[in-house]
């Protein structure tokens, strides 16, 4: 049996009050949302929380609202809110794609974008999402706001930017005209962490080349995007020859290591045809999109 180190709970009436809690009880002192990532690791001692300090009544922060050109999600939002959204769908469906392979029903009923965001999982989908998406973070804290993209607030495996009396509110994807974005995942099984996974988003120019394009790997020791693909790709019309390309150079900047997921070579091989794949498809819903 795994049972948790003893703790404290309190619960949460307002971003101010949870902001004052987290000051009031220190360093010792966890954020609950979802609980599906801290839940386990408290239970396995990995995680030694005096208090819990939950944020479920915090609806302030469950939300998704289009303003202008940016998509705003609030931290609190549900996996499940997000793949039930139309606007989520017809703007990011990369986002549709990771949340259909995240899980199970149960945890995305609970789990929050806010709550994967911050754990920072090398092997968590919403990571590298946001990451091919250019997404901003909004952080509240005792200093008032502030706004960090993605390669700032993700520091590395596990680590994020936010400090320990700061609570991430709110997730800002940018809205840009023709484009297209998808994800693609290898899993053991239905539910499981991901083999290897890619996503990207590209937009493109009026004459159909790539404006600009992005893309990301999961699970395999990419940090940040792979920036020598997306050179490739920009200013390049789509093709397979040159999704092949973009897909050789994501592969050799990643860094799998070998566990009871699959050997390097494999992980490789996946991180290769996977960015070929959603490649193909992002610059099919762009070009889909400027159709339209």
């Known amino acids: 049996m795994q049972?948790?180190?003893a703790f404290d709970y309190v619960r949460a009436s307002s971003i101010d009050d949870a902001l004052a809690l987290l000051q009031q009880h220190g360093p010792e002192s966890r954020v609950l949302a979802g609980g599906h990532s801290l839940l386990p690791m408290m239970k396995l001692r990995l995680a030694r929380p005096e208090w819990l300090i939950d944020i479920n009544e915090?609806?302030?922060l469950d939300y998704i609202r289009q303003d202008a050109d940016v998509l705003r999600v609030g931290a609190m939002t549900r996996h499940t809110t997000l793949l039930e959204s139309s606007d989520v769908g017809r703007l990011f469906p990369i986002v549709h794609d990771a949340e259909q392979v995240i899980a199970d029903p149960v945890v995305r009923n609970r789990g929050t974008i806010g709550g994967s965001l911050c754990q920072a999982d090398?092997?968590?989908d919403l990571s590298t999402v946001c990451r091919v998406l250019r997404a901003e973070a909004v952080i509240r804290g005792p200093g008032g706001e502030r706004v960090l993209r993605m390669d700032e607030f993700h520091r590395g495996p596990y680590e994020t930017a936010l400090e320990q009396t700061e609570l991430?509110?709110?997730v800002r994807l940018p809205i840009r005209q023709r484009s297209g974005s998808a994800?693609?995942?290898v899993e053991r099984r239905v539910g499981d962490w991901a083999v290897a996974a890619a996503g990207a988003a590209v937009a493109l120019a009026p004459d159909?080349?790539?404006?600009?394009?992005?893309?990301?790997l999961t699970a395999v020791g990419l940090e940040?995007?792979?920036t020598e693909a997306e050179a490739l790709l920009r200013g390049k019309r789509p093709a397979e020859e040159l999704f092949a390309e973009a897909g050789r150079a994501a592969a050799a900047a990643c860094d799998p290591v070998a566990d009871q997921r699959g050997p390097v070579d494999y992980k490789r091989h996946l991180a290769d045809e996977l960015t070929r794949r959603v490649l193909r498809r992002a610059c099919e819903r762009a070009g889909a999109e400027q159709e339209g």
């Open 58 to 60: 915090l609806t302030e």
């Open 3 to 5: 049972i948790p180190a």
């Open 208 to 216: 159909g080349t790539i404006d600009d394009a992005a893309v990301g």
């Open 122 to 124: 090398p092997a968590e």
């Open 224 to 226: 940040g995007t792979a």
């Open 168 to 170: 991430l509110c709110e």
């Open 183 to 185: 994800y693609e995942k």
